[in-house]
């Protein structure tokens, strides 16, 4: 569950939601007829959960469906803008509802986060950056989140038309493209490959090369070796299921192409993300390795000067 953050500032234009909006909610109060909550993305303008449509199953603790301080998803069911009321559900909404809304929360919250930033640093009102520039690249793109992604590439296209001092909008682009500049992850991948066929080794080399040559400029598909018939293959990619995606490709015609010459791969670990951690866990084990094999090799030398 996602923890409460304040701010007094709407996301949006609109000061209240529509009917059958999702929207993200703190909970402020627990009473008899419902919980009483606060609208993150409107100012924390307060709504309220009616007890019947907190769960559609019976409910025997509210404490255990809600709490006061925790963030919930919701679905608006009426909207007084006259009076301020605004009614809430809690039980209609699924699983993939919740995705999404969070979805939409997290990015308004870095668009939030990007301009408070720089209307601290240039000492405008953030309801100005709003109004000038959030707002009205979101009615153009979606969500002012998906323009400023845009925008480290084709600032032109999404910049067109808003009306902002040169030194306001440059601090605004500098500090959008430290923020969503996409940064490369790394993807590994562990595979077994053998083939005890009379030229296995140059079967196994011929996979390895096919498999490497389903790299493209962005995506460098690169494999090596930790310890037969041990492998591992690694790409850098700013496109994480992109990357992996090309791995599982390269990995499949690695193995078309062992399995044709007369062996077979294993996958030992799926193509995934690794941290640094792990990138550091499998140099250590290669350092490992390489020194065992100097270790053997200098024991073999010794043993042939003495037989001379």
């Given at each position: 569950?996602?923890?409460?953050?304040?701010?007094?500032m709407?996301?949006y234009?609109?000061k209240?939601?529509?009917?059958?909006?999702l929207?993200?909610?703190t909970?402020?109060?627990?009473a008899e007829?419902?919980?009483?909550?606060k609208?993150?993305?409107y100012e924390?303008v307060e709504?309220?959960?009616?007890?019947?449509e907190?769960s559609r199953r019976?409910?025997?603790s509210?404490q255990?469906?809600?709490?006061?301080?925790?963030?919930?998803?919701?679905?608006?069911?009426r909207?007084?803008k006259?009076?301020?009321?605004?009614?809430?559900s809690?039980?209609r909404?699924s699983?993939?509802?919740i995705?999404?809304?969070?979805?939409k929360f997290?990015?308004?919250?870095?668009?939030?986060?990007?301009?408070?930033?720089?209307?601290?640093?240039?000492?405008?009102?953030?309801?100005?950056?709003?109004?000038?520039?959030a707002?009205?690249l979101s009615?153009?793109?979606?969500?002012?989140?998906?323009a400023f992604k845009?925008?480290?590439?084709?600032?032109?296209?999404?910049?067109e038309g808003?009306d902002i001092a040169?030194d306001l909008?440059?601090s605004l682009?500098?500090?959008v493209?430290?923020?969503?500049?996409?940064?490369?992850?790394?993807?590994?991948?562990?595979?077994e490959?053998?083939c005890f066929?009379?030229?296995?080794?140059d079967?196994?080399k011929?996979a390895?090369?096919a498999?490497e040559?389903?790299s493209?400029?962005?995506v460098?598909?690169k494999i090596r070796l930790?310890?037969?018939?041990l492998?591992v293959?690694?790409?850098?990619?700013?496109?994480?299921?992109?990357?992996?995606e090309l791995m599982?490709?390269a990995?499949?015609?690695i193995?078309?192409k062992?399995?044709e010459?007369g062996?077979?791969?294993s996958?030992k670990?799926?193509?995934?993300?690794v941290?640094?951690?792990?990138?550091?866990?499998?140099?250590a084990?290669m350092?490992?390795?390489e020194?065992?094999?100097a270790?053997?090799?200098?024991?073999?030398?010794?043993t042939d000067?003495?037989?001379?």
């Open positions: 569950m996602l923890l409460f953050v304040a701010f007094q709407r996301y234009e609109e209240y939601p529509e009917v059958d909006d929207v993200m909610v909970v402020k109060q627990i007829m419902g919980a009483y909550v609208l993150l993305e924390n709504g309220m959960i009616l007890l019947s907190l019976r409910i025997r509210i255990k469906l809600i709490r006061v301080g925790r963030n919930e998803v919701v679905v608006v069911l909207v007084d006259e009076k301020g009321y605004i009614d809430l809690k039980r909404v699983a993939e509802d995705e999404k809304c969070e979805e997290e990015k308004g919250k870095l668009v939030h986060s990007v301009l408070t930033h720089v209307a601290g640093k240039m000492e405008v009102d953030v309801e100005l950056l709003y109004s000038k520039v707002w009205p009615k153009r793109f979606g969500h002012a989140y998906d845009l925008s480290i590439s084709e600032p032109e296209k999404v910049y808003i040169p909008l440059a682009q500098e500090n493209a430290r923020r969503l500049t996409p940064k490369a992850v790394k993807i590994r991948s562990d595979i490959v053998k066929a009379y030229e296995g080794i079967a196994i011929a390895l090369k498999g040559a389903v493209t400029e962005n460098p598909i930790v310890a037969p018939p492998y293959v690694t790409t850098n990619s700013t496109d994480k299921s992109g990357g992996v599982e490709k990995l499949a015609v193995d078309a062992i399995t010459l062996g077979e791969m996958v670990m799926k193509p995934k993300a941290s640094e951690a792990e990138d550091l866990e499998l140099a084990l350092a490992k390795v020194r065992e094999n270790e053997v090799s200098g024991d073999e030398d010794g000067e003495e037989d001379q």
